[in-house]
């Protein structure tokens, strides 16, 4: 074992972390969901203000809905801070659109 300063140093452990980063596109009443729903989002994914996924397109499903799935690993009793960013380019049908939000865990 190793001593600093007649302190014993101890391994920090990383956990792993899943996340599921998910969304629906809203629609406006006008337009059927096989009209508007197709396309890709646009998500920039942001750990700890370090860029993790840039410009990740994921497909909008059938009913509007998007998801992706990704690990990290962080210190045990550490608070990991995401920063998501998701941006709908448009469509034949639809605008262009973005949505930014924070979450910490």
Do not use: W
């Not at 101890?10 to 197709?38: I, M, T």
């Not at 646009?42 to 990740?56: D, E, S």
């Not at 992706?68 to 990991?80: A, D, N």
């Amino acid at each position: 074992m190793v001593h600093k300063h007649g302190k014993a140093q101890k391994k920090k452990r990383k956990v792993k972390v899943q996340h599921l980063v998910s969304g629906e596109l809203g629609l406006p009443s006008r337009v059927d969901p096989e009209d508007g729903c197709h396309g890709h989002v646009t998500l920039n994914i942001l750990r700890n203000g370090v860029t993790k996924f840039p410009n990740t397109q994921v497909d909008l499903n059938d009913d509007c809905t998007y998801q992706l799935g990704f690990t990290t690993k962080k210190k045990k009793g550490s608070v990991e801070h995401l920063d998501v960013t998701a941006t709908f380019p448009g469509n034949d049908v639809l605008t262009s659109i973005s949505n930014q939000e924070a979450f910490s865990s």
